[in-house]
């Protein structure tokens, strides 16, 4: 069964800085990886996926993730943080030949400090 | 091009009561998919409809329940409640093609169990 942790639930940051999130997902066979964002009071919106076509993968609002599979990670980072990237984030695998049934990460919460 | 709607948006009930949650999925998407978000705890995988068929269904007891209609929209059912049902319940609905297909969410309802 596939799985995925993401590291901290909350990220602090100040505004214009770095973000990273982490993710280390475990699977038996080939994943497809995801970065959902939940804003207050909304469902979750799709930031990014992996698909095998390429390792490194840029979403929507500047975000990018990096497939590396020797560390069995999927980070997602954006060089500058503004304060409409408050949210919480969430970190999600399915398999090649498997269930379709996303498996989520617990989430993680980026706060965005002026 | 309307989006995944959920009704109610919140809901009041005490323990022992039953609740019913509602989904229209995205025009075209057959698959609906039910989590439940629990504070901490991430989205916990409910149930997966397909075609009207339940497809699988996660590690919840039988008192939840569900259906999927012939206009592909859905229900979950949840019989005696208990405290510790209180959550955001999150539909999201997809047009199942491969196990990298993307989820669209509702926005979810909020049940309160007194």
């Known amino acids: 069964a596939q799985s995925v942790t993401q590291l901290g639930s909350h990220v602090s940051v100040s505004e214009g800085a770095l973000v990273l999130l982490r993710c280390n997902y475990s699977?038996?066979?080939?994943?497809?990886l995801f970065w959902y964002v939940q804003y207050p009071n909304q469902g979750l919106q799709l930031l990014l996926k992996?698909?095998?076509?390429?390792?490194l993968v840029k979403g929507i609002n500047g975000f990018e993730a990096e497939f590396k599979k020797s560390e069995t990670s999927f980070h997602l980072t954006k060089p500058s943080a503004h304060m409409s990237d408050a949210a919480e984030y969430f970190c999600?695998?399915?398999?090649?030949?498997?269930?379709?049934?996303?498996?989520f990460g617990r989430g993680t919460s980026l706060i965005v400090h002026p | 091009e309307a989006g995944v709607t959920q009704s109610p948006t919140h809901l009041i009930k005490t323990r022992g009561q039953q609740a019913t949650l509602r989904c229209s999925p995205i025009?075209?998407?057959?698959?609906v998919y039910w989590y439940q978000q629990a504070l901490g705890l991430g989205l916990q995988f409910l149930l997966w409809?397909?075609?009207?068929?339940?497809?699988n269904r996660g590690n919840f007891p039988p008192r939840f329940s569900g259906r999927q209609f012939p206009n592909y929209s859905s229900e979950l059912n949840v019989n005696a409640l208990e405290l510790e049902d209180s959550a955001l319940y999150l539909c999201?609905?997809?047009?199942?093609?491969?196990?990298?297909?993307?989820?669209?969410f509702g926005a979810g309802s909020r049940l309160t169990v007194l």
């Open positions: 999201a609905s997809s047009l199942l093609t491969s196990g990298a297909n993307v989820l669209t």
């Open positions: 699977s038996s066979v080939p994943p497809y």
């Open positions: 992996y698909t095998s076509a390429a390792t």
């Open positions: 999600a695998v399915t398999v090649w030949g498997g269930s379709y049934i996303p498996t």
């Open positions: 025009s075209g998407h057959t698959s």
């Open positions: 409809y397909d075609e009207g068929e339940e497809r």
